[in-house]
């Protein structure tokens, strides 16, 4: 038998042991987290709808009109006129025919990519791809073939030599340990040019790129028939749970008789999808929340340049600085911490061995005063 506690050991001394942090309050910058008020910049809410008053109104609401839990898969009795107007809402939003609600964004990925291929398919994803996107394609038994981190020629490269039936290019919209944009253009285009298919999953862009929110698409000016498969979850920007797929009618029709992880689980509360169509009205009603973060950011990368911090290269809510040596990264994570200021220190397996990072995220919640007091806390924990 595996020798679980060496094993334990082992990662602690590579300072790769990772351990929960309990909150006792709402998402926001300032939360209560192992009874101590930190300032967080670790957060996905980007747009503060996690605790936001309509939000959360919405969410009540629905509860005493459906109780708490769906009770059933979407294909028994679990799906309600909640979850029906919001995926009708979300194929409106961007600009499909249908889309379909998946609980997590990890079941969607899988979902799509198991239904889709099978052994005598191929499947070329983007070396930094995300978690879910990387075992969706080993799962689905296709061959497996990663391509260098946005790079159109090395992916063309690849998929010239492929001699399967169907192919399809999975990549992240938003990266999400870098917060880089993906090549997108220049992926629609090998993908009609190969008759191959094209998923995105977009689920740091949704909410955040886009003149209207409408994510790493709009803001490429790509549509449906560049990209024709789109995932986004609700659980970042949106600040709900869960996640949706966007697609075809045929697409969204063959996922609901085929996907595995949409049949045979059950449905998200009602609740949650109607908490999400009021996020996803605030996204298009309130565009001055993307130009306010995108503030927040322009400053907190100036003042990292003052400090010379050399930040990746990314525009988005995700900015990564890039330490190396794991145990530094997690070190000075731990340093910021005694200022009272919670980053969390990315180190391998979700990097690759030598990138340990630490991973600033920004919401439209942080003041400016916030960022300035960051920026001050990693002048003393960094020079």
Not at 135 to 140: I, P, Q, V
Not at 196 to 213: C, P, Q, R, S, Y
Not at 296 to 321: H, V, W
Request: aromatic share 6%; charged share 25%.
């Amino acid at each position: 038998m595996k020798d679980l506690a060496a094993e334990l050991q082992q990662r602690r001394q590579q300072a790769l042991y990772r351990h929960r942090r309990i909150a006792e309050a709402p998402q926001g910058p300032l939360m209560l987290i192992d009874g101590r008020e930190v300032l967080a910049f670790c957060s996905n809410d980007y747009l503060g709808l996690a605790n936001h008053p309509e939000v959360v109104k919405s969410f009540k609401q629905a509860v005493d009109t459906y109780g708490v839990g769906s009770g059933a898969a979407h294909l028994i009795n679990g799906h309600t006129q909640a979850h029906h107007a919001l995926e009708e809402e979300l194929a409106e939003f961007t600009g499909r025919e249908r889309a379909l609600l998946f609980s997590t964004g990890y079941m969607a990925n899988l979902g799509v990519v198991s239904s889709l291929l099978t052994q005598v398919d191929a499947v070329f994803e983007d070396r930094l791809n995300h978690a879910s996107l990387m075992d969706a394609g080993l799962l689905s038994r296709a061959r497996f073939s990663r391509y260098e981190h946005a790079s159109p020629k090395a992916l063309a490269q690849k998929i010239d030599r492929s001699g399967a039936e169907e192919k399809l290019i999975l990549t992240d919209g938003v990266f999400s340990m870098d917060g880089d944009i993906a090549p997108l253009p220049e992926l629609a285009r090998i993908a009609r040019e190969q008759e191959a298919w094209l998923m995105v999953d977009d689920a740091h862009g949704i909410g955040v790129l886009g003149e209207h929110g409408k994510g790493s698409l709009e803001h490429l000016a790509l549509d449906a028939k560049d990209v024709p498969i789109l995932m986004g979850t609700l659980g970042k920007a949106l600040g709900t749970s869960g996640a949706f797929v966007a697609g075809s009618h045929d697409l969204i029709e063959f996922l609901i008789q085929t996907a595995r992880t949409y049949i045979y689980t059950t449905a998200m509360p009602a609740a949650i999808a109607e908490a999400t169509r009021t996020s996803l009205k605030l996204v298009q009603q309130e565009g001055w929340c993307r130009a306010e973060l995108s503030n927040l950011i322009q400053r907190f990368r100036n003042g990292a340049k003052e400090l010379g911090l050399d930040l990746m290269p990314s525009e988005t809510p995700i900015q990564p600085l890039l330490i190396g040596d794991t145990v530094k990264a997690v070190s000075i994570s731990e340093k910021l911490l005694e200022h009272d200021i919670l980053v969390s220190a990315i180190r391998p397996p979700t990097v690759p061995e030598g990138t340990a990072r630490l991973r600033f995220t920004f919401s439209v919640g942080h003041t400016e005063e916030q960022i300035d007091r960051l920026l001050m806390a990693l002048e003393r924990t960094i020079q």
